[in-house]
């Protein structure tokens, strides 16, 4: 708003303009804020089992090139780095990830099974504990789990 006071122009906002669009930018983010912060969780779940079909897969180059999975003692982490018995490894079979045990969202790692729940003894299971970082549970807490 421009007033003239003695020839000059004067510029800026009176209090109330600056309220006025506080009260509506306070008003946004009310609305807003909720529902990103509730996306997290949905977040969380969908890199989980982005991992989980990742690490399927490089538990399929494994057994490609090695003739079989890693043995449960062996773990993820013959993904990253060879065994000292393997024959045909030609890993690292995961881009990106630490060399360590490779770990879930919510920081717990993923737990490796061979042979696997199925009762097959040519196959694997791969779980994330979920939110809870504890077996079973419901929704964010619920385990996610691949099966090969």
Not at 67 to 72: C, E, M
Not at 103 to 108: H, K, M, N, Y
């Amino acid at each position: 708003m421009k007033k003239k006071i003695n020839g000059m122009k004067r510029r800026g906002f009176t209090l109330i303009e600056l309220l006025v669009v506080i009260l509506i930018l306070a008003i946004l983010a009310a609305l807003i804020v909720p529902k990103v912060i509730g996306r997290t969780d949905d977040a969380k779940v969908g890199a989980a089992k982005s991992d989980l079909k990742n690490l399927s897969s490089a538990l399929e180059a494994f057994k490609l090139d090695c003739g079989r999975y890693p043995t449960a003692d062996e773990g993820l982490t013959a993904l990253q780095v060879a065994p000292g018995d393997v024959q045909g490894w030609k890993g690292p079979y995961l881009k990106g990830m630490p060399e360590s045990q490779p770990v879930d969202p919510w920081g717990t790692a993923y737990q490796y099974e061979y042979p696997g729940t199925s009762g097959d003894p040519n196959s694997y299971t791969i779980t994330s504990l979920g939110a809870d970082k504890a077996q079973g549970g419901d929704g964010y807490n619920a385990d996610l789990t691949e099966n090969g």
